[in-house]
């Protein structure tokens, strides 16, 4: 039998065309980069936040077909209307916990808008911060000059390169003659100088920090806007679903076989084996932690009195510390131990399920008595953010401990817990966005009822507090004790007359400074503030 073979040439596959802009999407990003540079050079987080919120969505709207299917999904105009109240609370605001809400929300609208398949909030943060570099690569890809303009660069780079030798021979003989003649060399200085003079005054208006700023402006113009397809992230998330599946062994996935009862025996009995150290961990750590919520409900829920010389101090910030460690523990246990095929282990599922949800209901418990412990930390010695951060921190821990249970009972995946989760954590940074935390912070601490005042921490808050200060002014001379945190991390006594020449300079300076301040920085509570004080001065 005979073969003929045919020998054609290869031709080479055809090479990927480069990922070019258009020109809507390239004027938005030019208008991007300077609109950004006018808004946030030498400007602090006020306005310009929300007017570029408002910016970026408009773009990301125009950009987008009507027919994308990102428009139709429901997690998009959430993440939308975070930006555009995060942008406000910015505006009104200019809190950190604000600006730490838009700045979440932005990249996760971007990363949305790269990828709408996503169903991980981390991913899509992920994949927004690793869209930046190929965007960029794309903008300056994109440049391309007008064909005029490109034969006179052609033209003007073939004749530099005529005169580059003979620029550059007339230097060195320069230097020899200015070296060998000092009237030459003193002409040749004065040439020198005079040219130096004139670029200065060329270049006298132009500022190198403030060029690095608007490239940097540039770059992020292009990651928020240009979207390169970044798969990565989708890809890995794609292997996950949202229920935990059987995973059988030694079964013919095509075809029929007979059972081997040998080999199968096997997977059996190591499931009961671990059936068995379930049920054991969670019958010990059940009764452990029984014990434990005894106690703090005999010494913590049911009145409480701290004795004389208790360190508050040690009692609240190790015991939440180490409470908090003990409950992520218990949840990451619970999600080993319902991470397989022990979710359909029939037999002793029942008594599996209601033993982890007695542990998942005593780490309620346990929750609750950290609260306790916060809030009797804020009852005796005062607010701070630390402690508004440990009830944001329990309110996921409970929302965490929920979703465990419907991993327990309805057989949910580690991926769903964590994409639950991960909503959750974005509505608590929204939700302390929207706090007015530092007013709230000023009115409770400036109560005549505690032992001492941290005045240094009020008055370094931000000026929108000065109004409340000078209101309540005279309770300064109420409390026994006023206390400042130096340079070196501990508190030092601060007289009382000091406190108050410090809290009258602190409202001078900010009465001169606000109005000098450009509306970029501006916020709503300040301009309140303002507005109060100037109010306060008149009726004086």
Same mark, same amino acid.
């Given at each position: ?7 054609? %040439? ?24 300077? =609109? ?5 050079? /030498? ?18 709207? @125009? ?57 991980? =909030? ?58 060998? *003649? ?21 270049? #006298?208006?132009?500022?190198?920090? /403030? ?52 080999? *199968? ?27 434990? *919520? ?12 701290? #004795? ?41 599922? %029942? ?12 780490? @309620?418990?346990? #929750? ?37 249970? =419907? ?17 959750? $954590? ?21 109560? $005549? ?31 026994? /004790? ?17 406190? /108050? ?40």
């Amino acid at each position: 039998m005979e073969t003929t073979a045919s020998w054609a %040439p290869v031709t080479p596959a055809p090479a990927r065309p480069a990922y070019r802009i258009s020109t809507l999407l390239g004027s938005l990003v030019a208008a991007s980069a300077v =609109l950004s540079d006018y808004l946030f050079w /030498h400007e602090s987080a006020g306005l310009n936040v929300l007017v570029y919120m408002i910016f970026l969505v408009g773009a990301h709207l @125009v950009l987008l077909p009507r027919h994308a299917p990102v428009r139709r999904l429901g997690s998009f105009w959430v993440i939308v209307v975070g930006c555009l109240l995060s942008g406000g609370l910015v505006a009104w605001y200019g809190s950190s916990a604000a600006l730490w809400a838009a700045l979440a929300s932005g990249l996760l609208l971007v990363g949305m808008v790269n990828q709408p398949q996503l169903r991980l =909030l981390g991913y899509a943060v992920l994949t927004a911060a690793a869209g930046v570099l190929p965007a960029v690569g794309a903008v300056v890809g994109s440049i391309r000059a007008p064909r005029q303009l490109g034969g006179r660069l052609q033209r003007g780079w073939f004749y530099g390169r005529v005169l580059g030798m003979p620029l550059l021979a007339v230097g060195i003989f320069q230097a020899l003659f200015a070296a060998a *003649n000092p009237r030459f060399a003193a002409l040749s200085a004065r040439f020198w100088n005079g040219l130096a003079d004139l670029l200065g005054q060329l270049f #006298a208006d132009i500022s190198v920090p /403030h060029l690095l700023f608007f490239v940097v402006c540039l770059v992020g113009a292009a990651g928020a806007l240009v979207v390169v397809p970044i798969h990565f992230f989708s890809d890995h998330e794609s292997r996950f679903g949202e229920f935990v599946r059987r995973q059988r062994d030694g079964v013919a996935s095509l075809g029929v076989r007979r059972p081997n009862f040998a080999h *199968n025996a096997r997977p059996m009995l190591d499931l009961r084996k671990e059936w068995l150290a379930a049920v054991v961990s969670f019958g010990l750590l059940n009764a452990l932690l029984l014990v434990v *919520n005894v106690v703090d409900i005999n010494w913590i829920w049911l009145g409480f009195e701290p #004795a004389p010389g208790f360190d508050l101090t040690q009692f609240v910030h190790e015991g939440t510390y180490v409470l908090i460690f003990s409950i992520l523990l218990a949840a990451g246990i619970m999600l080993w131990f319902f991470r397989r095929n022990l979710n359909f282990y029939q037999p002793g599922l %029942p008594l599996l399920r209601w033993g982890a949800t007695l542990w998942v209901l005593q780490n @309620v418990v346990l #929750a609750i008595s950290v609260g306790l412990r916060n809030y009797y930390y804020i009852v005796y010695t005062g607010l701070a953010y630390k402690r508004i951060g440990v009830y944001g921190f329990l309110l996921l821990t409970l929302f965490g401990l929920g979703t465990v249970l =419907l991993k327990i009972w309805q057989r949910r995946s580690a991926f769903n817990l964590v994409r639950l989760n991960s909503w959750a $954590a974005y509505a608590v940074i929204v939700g302390l966005a929207a706090g007015n935390w530092e007013i709230w912070i000023a009115e409770y601490n400036l109560q $005549a009822g505690f032992a001492r005042l941290d005045i240094g921490f009020l008055l370094n808050m931000p000026p929108r507090v000065l109004p409340v200060l000078a209101a309540r002014e005279a309770v300064l001379d109420q409390m026994p /004790h006023l206390v400042a945190e130096g340079s070196d991390g501990y508190y030092y006594t601060m007289e009382k007359a000091q406190a /108050h020449a410090l809290l009258r300079q602190k409202v001078v300076e900010f009465r001169q400074a606000y109005p000098e301040q450009d509306w970029q920085s501006r916020t709503g509570a300040d301009y309140l503030a303002h507005k109060i004080l100037a109010s306060h001065e008149q009726a004086r």
